[in-house]
């Protein structure tokens, strides 16, 4: 059953998709046509809360929380590879609209939204344009040497003792994704602890850091075939993905551009959202 309720200073109406037989949960705003927006990871549709007020006038907005996150259902023992994801989500968007798509996704989202690309035009779903906000790459050795320490048997029941909600430890975790810890909101830390203090959520992401590597690598090949033109957002100070991975990224995606975002972090779109809404809504419309 739909629902609305005001979010970031817009009315969205937000609803429930099965599309692999598990109630995904998402956000839906606007006019014009689909953008699918695809969060990254420890976060959910919240992330949006300062770019769907100006997207919307021109897009139709799907802020989706993705299996696991959020306010979506949290199924065990499920593929959570990013093309699993992807899979996923193409089936929604096929459910939801039969005109072209675009797709924004954010880190480990970024890597998703490569396979929804890919997996969309197989699929015979149009796709208009692609923006991958920091996305998880095999360039960026931040990422392969963390994921395994995290998923390590040692460091998962740290986590479990400690409980990753505790406000010191998202506090810390948090801020380390701004570029100026500063920007950093007691609002932005609540909004972001209260799916983790889910059952399941907190195990949902360790699932999702054991096969990272082998996941990052294949995006390599993946990326060779985007057919969209492509726009890459990064923070300078990005402490997650490396900026310096996205020159290897501009070399093999066939169609990319990118935009930094100067003493910006992992979440430009959040910690400076009018210089991300400016570069990426003149990219979707083709203003460039």
């Known amino acids: 059953m739909q629902e609305t309720q005001t979010y970031s200073a817009v009315e969205t109406e937000h609803d429930w998709a099965t599309p692999s037989g ?10 014009g046509a689909p953008l699918l927006l695809i969060h990254g990871l420890v976060a959910y549709s919240f992330s949006w809360r300062f770019n769907l007020p100006v997207l919307a006038p ?28 992807a899979e996923s989500l193409v089936a929604f968007m096929r459910d939801q609209s039969s005109e072209p798509w675009s797709v924004i996704g954010s880190s480990h989202g970024g890597g998703v939204a490569m396979w929804v690309e ?6 015979g779903i149009p796709l208009g344009r692609l923006v991958l906000v920091a ?9 392969r040497v ?25 506090r810390v975790t948090f801020r380390r994704m701004y570029g100026d810890p500063t920007r ?7 909004g972001y602890a209260r799916p983790l203090r889910i059952k399941g959520t907190v195990a949902h992401c360790l699932a999702l850091l054991k096969n990272w590597n082998r996941n990052v ?40 551009r990118l935009v930094t975002i100067e003493g ?25």
């Open 22 to 31: 598990h109630r995904m949960h998402y956000h839906k705003v606007g006019t």
């Open 58 to 85: 021109d897009f139709t907005c799907y802020a989706v929380d993705l299996l696991g996150m959020g306010d979506s259902e949290r199924p065990k023992g499920i593929d959570v590879s990013p093309r699993a994801i």
């Open 264 to 288: 910006t972090g992992h979440l430009p779109y959040e910690e400076q959202p009018d210089k991300f809404n400016a570069a990426v809504t003149a990219f979707l419309r083709d203003e460039e």
């Open 146 to 170: 963390m994921a395994p320490v995290a998923a390590h048997p040692i460091t998962t029941a740290i986590v479990w003792a400690l409980g990753f909600a505790y406000v010191p430890v998202r």
């Open 184 to 190: 950093v909101t007691e609002a932005t830390i609540e």
């Open 217 to 256: 690598n294949e995006l390599e090949e993946v990326m060779r075939g985007i057919d969209v033109p492509t726009l890459l957002v990064w923070g300078t100070r990005d402490r997650l993905v490396y900026l310096s991975s996205a020159q290897r990224m501009l070399e093999t995606i066939p169609d990319a």
């Open 135 to 143: 996305p998880i790459n095999p360039w960026s050795s931040h990422g």
């Open 118 to 123: 890919r997996l969309a035009r197989e699929a």
